[in-house]
């Protein structure tokens, strides 16, 4: 979200289970191996070199706006994020484009968990108490089962399908006010 009409960095939010926070020097590793994961970049274009990702992952990445790591008992497990859709992209929710999209990431080892749901929730939450009634979309390929699980579970609805990368991509959209026409 370039245009960020809220503080950033908001304080570390705790669910159950999770702290959702910036992104420290620490965290480093758990990076390239979120990147370097041929199981988490299934969908995504598949996993970079370990070598390249040693050489360009910062000392401390992912810090930027809108992206919040994911703890669970001290240790980062996953990323989650809100980028500001660009009025060029395809699929725009309003006429104007500008909408947030939802991103995440998880390490193989914190799946079929629920942390992912917890996670997204949180930061949704977060979202709608600082832009209430602000639309949220969330893309993902049709064929990845799991992100189509977490967004219905999340209570996103299908704005629609369309063909991206060589795949099927399904779009859908949240909303913490009213539906909107």
Partial sequence: ???HPVPWPPAPISTERLVLRESEARDRTAFIELFASPEVNTYLGGPRAREELDRAVPEVPGRRLGLFVVELDGAMIGTVELNHRDAERRSQVRPNAGEAELGYLFLPEAWGRGYA?????????????????????LCTQTA??????????????????????GAEQWMGVWSSGAPSD
């Fill in 1 to 3: 979200m370039t245009e």
């Fill in 117 to 137: 749901v917890e996670a997204c929730a949180a930061v949704l939450g977060w979202f709608a108490d600082a832009l209430p009634g602000e639309p949220v979309v």
């Fill in 144 to 165: 990845n089962d799991r992100s189509m699980r977490l967004a219905a579970k999340l209570g996103f609805t299908e704005v629609q399908l369309f063909e991206a990368w």
